[in-house]
């Protein structure tokens, strides 16, 4: 077993948006937790909830017509969803840091790269004086490999390429040395020559630091390159989660399976690719039974009419399907029977 | 298949002017395409690949004449696009069709998707009215949709179902040909399978010609028979898809390859990891454009910029490393004699 400790725990989070169509569960009852220096993973596809989860954490959920209706999110001894925004704001930055996936956006156009990263330290470090703080941000700079640290302090976001402005990104986001960093499409934007050398920078971040990384991801190979455990997610919920060795070799969950199958591998052709029938449904809209019963292969009665739970097929692995159920398994077999 | 190239693209060019000042002089000129030659046979997929701004997409556009190119020749079924009239070249594109990446952006929302399938049919004066009709619904089931969504507007369907549209709407004229510029990039990965096989089934039924341009090579390589590759405006390195990425040549395709994470926790590969970022294209490095960030850069690379030649049967390579190989050859030959 892991002897980490917990840095941060998520328990029945629920996120809803309030929209004139209803009521869409964006996160539905989701539950993991994040542990010391360790990098999670969280894949799945648009729609399934995954960064609605990181804005979640961080309280950045668009409000109205969002609104975290449940559960708690345990940092240290605190629950981040009882916070006021002043407190909130504390936690932000200092404790809990967040990059996005377009770095162009994150950053504010009219100001210079020196001036942008002094006042993310000097909001958190208070009382620092202007040469101080300019100091620390050129350490930043040239922790995250950036050449000609001292210049490009005077630079405009502009002018600098895509991958530095993410390097940017990161050295803002760990300016205060935070527990937990939440990378949100991190490398989604950038070239793959780039995005490995970001890939890399952050490997070794989180091991000269020890800081725990929330990566956010749609790449099935960015995850199995960088993360030590994944969490698979599917129209608002978790359907599996398993340390990232079981999660490609011993997938459990059918769609798992599929998504694995599905994305070309450069190493070796094959004729035809695997494909999961059918498109990923609105959020909200089955009420009834497996999300993913509808386009899977196993599917059997059961699926349609319960919603399973998290089986735990492993001391690490867990899987949302009746497969995993020991009463599931029976009953898809003697159907099975039935039917041959 | 057949061996006949559909088409046959020599010294490619384009240069986008750099204005500056009231007067809006050029001041000089970005290489988006700087002589690029290949061909693609009949019923094949030639794929090409690259990073931003490496000009694939310009030359996809170039090839239908959506830009004029700056210099060059497009040869297409004997016929040589860049001295066509306007007229003609309109009639031509009946031959020659477009999937795009961005299946929000392609459709229009103010129309129904018969009208949008109907538009390819009215624009080259094909077929009546019921004939049309009836091509509309033959081609949405064809597509993987079916005849009622015809009464639909874009915005009722998905991301995937829209590119299936978009496919439809290029597959109306009967083409020989479909360029398609970053098809699959706005998909997710399940849909993007279902598009993939989708677009291989197509091409058999309708022994369609693929130039397929796309910035993940693993997609590149699953649909390719032959892959390019662009670097700057310029093919550093061509061969079939196998060979291609069984045995890299070019240091920047061997770099390209080794970046891309592979979904496997188990499999270890070394890592070439790139320095820095593609030079800007305005003022590219003179010689070799790789040689910025190439690992193996020689002296003769600063100065002189490398042809792309045929290293061994249909692998070509425009590298330094390759053409010294090359000389020696001649000189050891030269010395027998």
């Known amino acids: 077993m892991d002897e980490r400790k917990t840095v941060l725990q998520v328990k029945d989070l629920q996120t809803t948006f309030f929209t004139d169509s209803g009521?869409?569960?964006?996160?539905?009852?989701?539950d993991f937790h994040l542990r010391e220096g360790e990098i999670l993973g969280i894949v799945g596809e648009s729609g399934c909830g995954k960064s609605v989860t990181s804005l979640s954490i961080m309280g950045l959920v668009p409000k109205p017509p969002g609104k975290v209706v449940g559960g708690n999110i345990l940092f240290g001894d605190k629950d981040l969803l009882t916070l006021n925004e002043k407190q909130m704001r504390r936690i932000r930055g200092n404790d809990i840091a967040m990059i996005f996936q377009e770095p162009m956006t994150s950053l504010n156009p009219l100001f210079s790269i020196g001036n942008q990263m002094t006042e993310a330290v000097r909001i958190h470090e208070k009382g620092w004086s202007k040469k101080k703080a300019e100091g620390k941000a050129i350490e930043m700079l040239k922790l995250v490999g950036l050449p000609r640290a001292e210049e490009m302090m005077r630079d405009y976001p502009h002018q600098l390429s895509g991958g530095m402005r993410q390097r940017v990104m990161i050295a803002m986001a760990l300016v205060c040395d935070p527990k937990v960093l939440i990378a949100d499409e991190p490398t989604t934007a950038l070239d793959v020559t780039i995005?490995?050398?970001?890939?890399?920078?952050?490997?070794?971040?989180?091991?000269?630091?020890?800081?725990?990384?929330?990566?956010?991801?749609?790449?099935?190979?960015v995850v199995a390159e960088t993360?030590?455990?994944?969490?698979?997610?599917?129209?608002?919920?978790?359907?599996?989660?398993?340390?990232?060795?079981?999660?490609?070799?011993?997938?459990?969950?059918?769609?798992?399976?599929?998504?694995?199958?599905?994305?070309?591998?450069?190493?070796?052709?094959?004729d035809r690719l695997y494909s999961i029938p059918g498109s990923v449904p609105k959020p909200g809209s089955?009420?009834?039974?497996?999300?993913?019963?509808?386009?899977?292969?196993?599917?059997?009665?059961?699926?349609?009419?319960?919603?399973?739970?998290l089986y735990e097929t492993s001391d690490v692995h867990q899987t949302r399907c009746f497969l995993y159920d020991r009463e599931g398994v029976e009953q898809h077999d003697n159907k099975a029977l039935i039917e041959s | 298949m057949t061996t006949k190239p559909l088409l046959k693209v020599e010294g490619l060019k384009k240069y986008f002017p750099i204005k500056k000042g009231i007067l809006g002089r050029t001041v000089g000129h970005v290489k988006a395409v700087d002589?690029?030659?290949?061909?693609?046979?009949?019923?094949?997929?030639?794929?090409?690949?690259?990073?931003?701004?490496?000009?694939?997409?310009?030359?996809?556009?170039?090839?239908?004449?959506?830009?004029e190119p700056t210099e060059g020749k497009v040869e297409f079924d004997g016929k040589d696009l860049t001295s066509l009239s306007t007229e003609e070249m309109r009639k031509t594109r009946r031959d020659i069709q477009m999937v795009f990446q961005d299946p929000y952006a392609s459709l229009n929302p103010r129309h129904t998707i018969e009208k949008i399938l109907e538009e390819p049919l009215i624009v080259h004066g094909m077929d009546n009215a019921k004939e049309r009709k009836k091509k509309v619904h033959e081609f949405l089931e064809i597509v993987g949709l079916s005849a009622y969504h015809a009464k639909r507007y874009p915005h009722q369907f998905s991301g995937g179902q829209r590119q299936r549209i978009g496919i439809a709407r290029a597959l109306m004229t009967n083409p020989k040909l479909i360029i398609a510029d970053e098809p699959v990039s706005a998909l997710d990965v399940s849909i993007q399978s279902q598009v993939l096989n989708l677009m291989q089934d197509l091409q058999k039924e309708f022994n369609l010609t693929y130039i397929f341009i796309a910035h993940d090579l693993g997609v590149v390589r699953h649909i390719s028979d032959r892959v390019g590759v662009m670097y700057l405006g310029k093919i550093v390195e061509m061969a079939d898809s196998e060979q291609l990425y069984a045995k890299p040549l070019h240091p920047y395709t061997q770099a390209l390859l080794s970046a891309v994470p592979v979904p496997d926790p188990d499999f270890k590969k070394e890592q070439?990891?790139?320095?820095?970022?593609?030079?800007?294209p305005a003022n590219p490095p003179s010689g070799c454009t790789f040689h910025t960030r190439c690992p193996y850069k020689m002296e003769i690379c600063t100065k002189v910029t490398p042809r792309l030649i045929e290293h061994d049967s249909g692998h070509s390579v425009a590298c330094h490393l390759y053409s010294e190989q090359v000389d020696n050859d001649i000189k050891q030959l030269e010395g027998s004699i």
């Open chain 1, 227 to 270: 993360c030590e455990r994944v969490i698979v997610m599917y129209a608002g919920q978790i359907i599996e989660e398993a340390p990232v060795k079981m999660i490609f070799d011993d997938p459990q969950h059918p769609y798992t399976k599929g998504l694995i199958q599905s994305v070309p591998d450069m190493r070796f052709k094959k």
């Open chain 2, 35 to 67: 002589d690029v030659s290949f061909y693609v046979n009949e019923g094949e997929t030639l794929g090409i690949v690259g990073e931003s701004g490496c000009g694939k997409s310009t030359t996809g556009r170039m090839l239908m004449r959506l830009l």
């Open chain 2, 272 to 280: 070439i990891l790139l320095e820095g970022d593609i030079p800007n």
């Open chain 1, 286 to 309: 089955i009420q009834h039974g497996c999300r993913f019963a509808a386009r899977c292969e196993f599917a059997f009665d059961r699926c349609l009419t319960e919603n399973p739970e």
């Open chain 1, 23 to 30: 009521e869409i569960p964006a996160v539905d009852h989701i």
């Open chain 1, 195 to 221: 995005q490995a050398q970001i890939l890399k920078l952050m490997r070794e971040l989180n091991t000269r630091l020890n800081t725990a990384v929330l990566l956010i991801t749609h790449d099935l190979g």
